[in-house]
């Protein structure tokens, strides 16, 4: 089949690239050609490119981000930077199926419906979703547009959700029925990664304490993870979100690493200790075997993460307060089984690989 899959490919977040490039790489795996739906909005791509070009401390983590998409994010649709631009010209991609997801596609807020495939004529294309977030566990949005995505996810052939609280959403907001799935950096081992994207990459000496916090409320977090590896004598690095706020750009000293895709997972490799509110920091810490602990994300989003923890049974990781830092060392050095662990994601994988089979 010819295959779309439409999600945030173009953000500027490891995770978002790194889900795609797992989902793009199974489907190709299955024997489907596939296709990135390279739907910029226009402000990404002018507004930012402008943004990128005069501000020295975001052009290198834009630029690798860029290097990143252009190598393994290929190949794409014509460009759609506006949602007429969509509904004009999409029918003559011909495709055979549109597969929205991962990550936090369904985000009302973030995202409008395109993300619920409204471009797309179900007569003649497939509509289906793959491990698609809500990013919440609740719903926010008006009635009116409740009823618009009720009944655009009516037309979907076959839905999966990343969280158990999407198969909620699903059935109780929009009345469809939807299957949890994993995520689609899940549906390989680490050895995919290590081959395919860190070859090249030796490993790191010497790096004991990794922290990757996402969030401005969060950022507290991360002052403290620093005096907590001080107080134990543990080098540290922050693995910042990449981006940085304009008062830190006329700061002196500003903690903001840029790093390509690659680098950002070859610190988790090499590093001793994780400590994160990221879902996929989260899921690269199983996948390497790390020891590891996940604060509360304030600005929300945990569900995503708590889900994933049950389903391997790795609830004990999950640190709901900041109180936990009088124990993190503890923690942190609570051994893992990790062939147990493994075996459950083995489970979680078959069961994904099946629905994919299936659609």
């Not at 409008?112 to 294309?125: E, M, P, R, S, W």
Request: aromatic content about 14%; some cysteine; glycine content about 6%.
């Amino acid at each position: 089949m010819k295959i779309g899959i439409l999600t945030f490919h173009w953000a500027q977040n490891y995770g978002a690239v790194l889900q795609c490039y797992a989902l793009k790489s199974k489907l190709e795996e299955l024997g489907h050609q596939v296709y990135i739906i390279d739907r910029v909005p226009q402000y990404q791509g002018i507004l930012r490119d402008v943004y990128h070009r005069v501000s020295f401390k975001h052009f290198w983590s834009w630029w690798k981000f860029r290097h990143f998409n252009r190598e393994y994010l290929i190949p794409k649709t014509r460009r759609y930077p506006t949602m007429e631009a969509l509904a004009l010209h999409f029918a003559s991609e011909k495709l055979d199926a549109v597969v929205v997801g991962s990550d936090q596609v369904w985000r009302w807020g973030m995202m409008g419906y395109n993300y619920f495939l409204d471009f797309v004529d179900a007569k003649t294309t497939r509509k289906y979703a793959y491990a698609a977030s809500f990013g919440l566990s609740h719903w926010t949005d008006n009635g009116l547009s409740t009823a618009q995505v009720a009944r655009l996810l009516a037309d979907f052939s076959d839905i999966s959700v990343r969280e158990r609280s999407g198969v909620t959403l699903c059935k109780r907001i929009f009345g469809v029925e939807a299957t949890q799935v994993i995520d689609p950096t899940l549906l390989y081992d680490a050895d995919f990664y290590e081959e395919r994207l860190l070859k090249d990459f030796p490993r790191k000496k010497g790096i004991q304490v990794v922290s990757c916090i996402l969030g401005k409320e969060n950022q507290e977090q991360c002052k403290k993870i620093s005096w907590w590896a001080d107080e134990h004598g543990l080098s540290y690095i922050e693995l910042y979100h990449t981006s940085c706020t304009f008062p830190d750009l006329i700061q002196s000293e500003v903690r903001c690493l840029h790093l390509s895709v690659q680098e950002w997972l070859e610190h988790i490799r090499s590093a001793e200790y994780v400590v994160t509110n990221s879902f996929h920091c989260t899921v690269f810490s199983i996948l390497f075997r790390k020891k590891f602990v996940v604060l509360d994300n304030y600005s929300g989003g945990t569900d995503r993460i708590r889900t994933l923890l049950d389903a391997l049974q790795l609830g004990d990781r999950f640190l709901p307060s900041m109180s936990g830092f009088n124990f993190l060392r503890e923690k942190l050095d609570t051994g893992i089984d990790y062939p147990a662990v493994e075996e459950r994601l083995r489970v979680c994988r078959k069961d994904s690989l099946s629905f994919l089979k299936r659609i």
